[in-house]
DNA sequence: CGAGAGTCCTGAAGGC
DNA sequence: TGCCTTCAGGACTCTC
């Protein structure tokens, strides 16, 4: 499933391909997702120029304009969402049953949306802003100087819920999906069950370091995932083959060796390890 | 405002 | 083999 990492390579995969291309056709064969796909989405589209894609958070803003015209596709991959580049040469150029979206080029090639749960999104924001209420109220980018221990220490003031559903909250910071959650908690030892509020401001700064490493090292790695992402170029992402907690109850710490431990916060799974995490 | 539950969806996995 | 149930998850949305 995308996390950060991934919509961040997913991101860096497309941006040779499409950078000062014209979009010639928009093809939607399945509005639904998330939210509806727009009507006037491939009509905005086509005849449009890229001009940059930005991430903010998990979220793919694609600067889009056509002389005086200029608007964003803000899109989602959701959790089981994939964007891949496809060449007019390529085999199976034939849609998949879950293949939602093309966008194609003047030069021949194809990005393809491919999201069999749809909790993915694929919008249109007119105007020359990338302003949207999906994405105004997020929280500070992970791996920016803004986000701190400090940042974390004052967004917390006051907060009993638990420090990974704290964590996991666009509004604190963007990013931090179910399996990052878990592991930056392990690699900060702070039990994920503790009271945001009651985290001492040295181990914020810890967990904010730890939110910072797991992260970046999965984006060095060319993202991570678990059963069904797929890269830019087709290939199967890596495998979370490295996790220390995600995913593995009954399992010996990878640090002390006691065995790692699973609950459920907010209707999530957690894992963790009860002698490493405090 | 905060906390917690509900919601969308499909495919994998487990039970019988 | 096949059907039914449960679970997984991002993150918005609703209720209290």
Not at 149 to 154: E, I, K, N, P
Not at 203 to 217: M, S, W
Request: aromatic share 8%.
């Amino acid at each position: 499933m995308p996390e950060l990492p991934e919509v961040e390579t997913t991101r860096l995969g497309l941006l040779p391909t499409v950078l000062g291309q014209r979009i010639a056709s928009v093809t939607v064969r399945d509005r639904r997702l998330r939210w509806p796909i727009p009507r006037n989405l491939a009509k905005q589209l086509t005849g449009k120029t890229v001009i940059d894609i930005a991430r903010r958070g998990k979220y793919l803003l694609w600067d889009c304009r056509l002389d005086d015209a200029r608007g964003y596709l803000l899109s989602h991959l959701g959790m089981s969402g994939s964007l891949r580049v496809i060449n007019a040469d390529d085999e199976n150029l034939l849609p998949q049953k879950h293949d939602h979206l093309d966008i194609g080029f003047d030069s021949g090639v194809t990005i393809r949306y491919t999201d069999p749960r749809r909790f993915g999104a694929m919008l249109w924001i007119a105007g020359p802003l990338p302003a949207h209420a999906l994405i105004d109220a997020l929280g500070p980018e992970p791996l920016s100087g803004e986000f701190g221990g400090a940042h974390l220490q004052a967004a917390a003031k006051g907060r009993s819920v638990s420090v990974k559903e704290f964590i996991m909250n666009s509004q604190v910071v963007v990013g931090v999906g179910n399996i990052y959650a878990s592991e930056s908690l392990f690699r900060a030892g702070i039990h994920p069950g503790r009271s945001a509020g009651k985290v001492s401001r040295p181990r914020f700064v810890r967990l904010a370091d730890a939110i910072k490493y797991t992260l970046q090292k999965a984006i060095d790695a060319g993202g991570s995932s678990l059963r069904n992402y797929v890269q830019t170029n087709g290939e199967l992402g890596y495998f979370q083959v490295n996790a220390c907690v995600y995913d593995r109850a009954g399992l010996p710490c990878r640090v002390c060796q006691t065995l790692i431990r699973t609950f459920r916060q907010g209707q999530r799974s957690t894992y963790f390890c009860p002698h490493c995490q405090k």
